[in-house]
């Protein structure tokens, strides 16, 4: 990918003192830079819309849209001062999605913690990082609104969260001033050359929500086998060494049941039962290595 310098807007005042106490007031996104390779030009376009020509955190949205609590979904209060901090975080978090985003599934290919090192917005005490200030600006703003939405996902097998799937919805796209009608297209477009590939690899077509769904199903298989391969601490130890003491029949049960939570009614149809057979197997197997094996200490790479 060029490389592209996308900065923030920066018209917001700083207040006196606030480099004292904000680490890094001027976060940007830096994009990541794959030699060889060039982003969707509707990506690109996104992306300067979100940087140069708009101002996201600024939009009238923020005072007439309702706002929603992002894990008990309640309507909250009509509160929605946003200090200039905030408000430079939200918008270099909206470069980012946008250069992040997916454009067939809506998805956004970074985690929060990635979203958080991009930007410049992650802080470290003791060797520690925090992500607390990317996690407010998207949790208590992006999706409070709405124009964004995350699937916090809990895993029974490992005993563990996978990192939360991030969607973007037609509100975003009205926050950093990009018309919607030209993401449908791109996104038809983007669809047909899939589809094409698939067919001639002698497979099906697929639509837009079942792209989604497979989005999903490789985020949550990608998750359980960091997991699994590298994140063997003592609690996945013990689940693992639990499951494989149990009768293979009754082990292969239980990982059935943990699935079945992972997805919606709909998915688990789409998926049919060759596919959910296979993701039990694999994992019924990743489990089995996983508590045979000698105990390594957490992989924090």
């Not at 003192?17 to 994009?31: E, F």
């Not at 909206?94 to 998805?107: F, L, P, T, Y």
């Not at 990982?255 to 919606?264: E, F, Q, T």
């Amino acid at each position: 990918m060029a490389d592209h310098n996308f900065p923030v807007n920066d018209a917001l005042p700083l207040l006196a003192g606030s480099r004292d106490y904000i680490k890094n007031p001027h976060p940007q996104y830096q994009p990541r830079i794959d030699k060889g390779t060039s982003r969707p030009p509707r990506i690109v376009e996104a992306m300067r819309l979100a940087a140069q020509s708009n101002n996201p955190s600024r939009h009238p949205l923020w005072r007439t849209a309702d706002r929603f609590h992002a894990i008990t979904h309640r309507l909250l209060g009509t509160d929605r001062a946003m200090n200039e901090h905030r408000a430079r975080a939200i918008n270099a978090i909206c470069v980012c999605i946008a250069d992040r985003v997916n454009i067939v599934e809506g998805k956004v290919y970074m985690t929060l913690a990635q979203i958080s090192d991009a930007c410049g917005l992650t802080t470290w005490s003791n060797g520690v990082p925090s992500y607390s200030r990317a996690c407010r600006a998207i949790n208590e703003h992006l999706e409070a609104i709405g124009a964004i939405h995350c699937d916090r996902i809990w895993d029974e097998t490992t005993g563990s969260w996978i990192p939360n799937l991030i969607w973007v919805t037609e509100l975003f796209f009205t926050l950093i001033g990009f018309e919607y009608g030209k993401y449908l297209a791109a996104q038809q477009q983007q669809l047909a050359w899939r589809n094409k590939k698939l067919l001639k690899d002698g497979e099906t077509a697929i639509t837009v929500t079942e792209a989604r769904r497979r989005a999903k199903e490789r985020h949550i298989k990608t998750a359980f086998e960091i997991r699994a391969r590298k994140h063997a601490w003592k609690v996945q130890m013990k689940r693992a060494k639990k499951l494989v003491s149990m009768d293979e029949q009754q082990a292969r049960q239980k990982i059935l049941g943990d699935l079945v939570k992972l997805y919606d009614k709909g998915e688990l149809v789409a998926m049919g039962h060759s596919e959910l057979k296979r993701q039990i197997d694999e994992r019924y197997h990743a489990m089995r290595k996983l508590a045979t094996s000698p105990y390594q200490a957490p992989d924090t790479a």
